[in-house]
């Protein structure tokens, strides 16, 4: 089961007792589907659980008499299509007009004396997301949306979102494929969209996965510097053991002085060693920047005789 289809169902979990409420989130559904007529009202989704839903409470708040169909989605081919029609058309003038509307509208728009509490604008906003949202799953990116089939009903569903007053809600819109797109970006809005409209389970679904992928975004980047850092050690390791063998074949290494020939023995007998270990493991133990200081001093040197060689050759 899809994220999206956990949140629906939650949203269908949800118990209300208040005729308005119950109201509020139906008018949220039919409004923002595709077909809300006077003469015609057929609410489509991929959400068994919506199904049911809308059948639940267009039976308690109206009583009409409704005909369901389950059929498979064009989309995919796949995952069920279902659709409650209102097969009377005298049940659908009563249900359309009992929300306000007239059936003499121009175009559509959300009528606000359905959504006008606190309390009905989230049952309402519920309402449009069993109907048309969605949110990705968490593990693969933070995004929420509603797709909405009209403008004036995207632009209006973007006010009543702004004015939401526990929840400073920020929605952007985009047309994708003729439809109207409001949509979240980021965990907090999405995290604050689903508590506002009573799924808050799946809220904290999200920041628990969010706070998981922080952790291992956390132990890679260590990993990452850790494994950085051995490499550096290790090119660094291999340069000296480089610059002292060159010393040996040429020179020998007794033609280094004292504090040299004993550092570059110990480099060879522990070529994984730091330069602060090398420094604790000398006779005389020093610090790391004077470890350094004398593997710089061998570099120098084996640099030296290898100029002195090309000067040889030159001759």
Do not use: W
């Not at 340069?239 to 550092?263: M, T, Y």
């Amino acid at each position: 089961m899809s994220f999206s289809s956990e949140v629906k169902r939650e949203l269908c979990l949800k118990e209300s007792f208040d005729r308005e409420t119950l109201r509020a989130e139906l008018y949220g559904m039919l409004l923002f589907g595709r077909t809300f007529r006077e003469d015609k009202i057929v609410f489509t989704t991929e959400s068994v659980h919506a199904g049911r839903r809308v059948t639940f409470l267009l039976q308690n708040l109206f009583m009409p008499i409704i005909e369901k169909q389950t059929a498979l989605s064009p989309k995919s081919g796949e995952a069920k299509l279902y659709k409650i029609l209102l097969i009377d058309s005298e049940e659908c003038r009563k249900v359309y007009h009992s929300f306000g509307h007239s059936g003499r509208e121009v175009t559509l728009r959300v009528n606000r004396a359905n959504v006008s509490s606190e309390e009905l604008s989230a049952a309402f906003v519920r309402g449009v997301f069993l109907s048309c949202g969605s949110v990705s799953d968490p593990m693969k990116s933070y995004h929420a949306e509603f797709c909405v089939p009209f403008k004036n009903l995207a632009v209006d569903l973007c006010k009543i979102l702004r004015e939401v007053t526990e929840c400073e809600f920020t929605p952007k819109t985009v047309v994708r494929n003729g439809n109207h797109i409001v949509y979240f970006k980021g965990s907090e809005q999405i995290c604050d969209l689903l508590t506002y409209i009573g799924a808050p389970i799946q809220a904290m679904e999200i920041m628990g996965t969010k706070a998981v992928k922080q952790v291992r975004n956390n132990v890679n980047r260590r990993i990452n510097g850790e494994l950085a850092n051995i490499d550096k050690v290790a090119s660094a390791a291999a340069r000296q053991l480089g610059a002292i063998e060159k010393i040996r074949r040429s020179r020998g290494l007794d033609s280094l002085p004292d504090d040299l020939r004993e550092i570059a023995l110990l480099r060879l007998e522990n070529p994984e060693m730091s330069l602060r270990d090398l420094g604790a493991n000398l006779s005389v133990p020093i610090s790391r920047s004077g470890a350094n200081h004398r593997i710089q001093r061998l570099l120098e040197y084996a640099d030296g005789l290898e100029e002195q060689n090309g000067q040889q050759d030159d001759l």
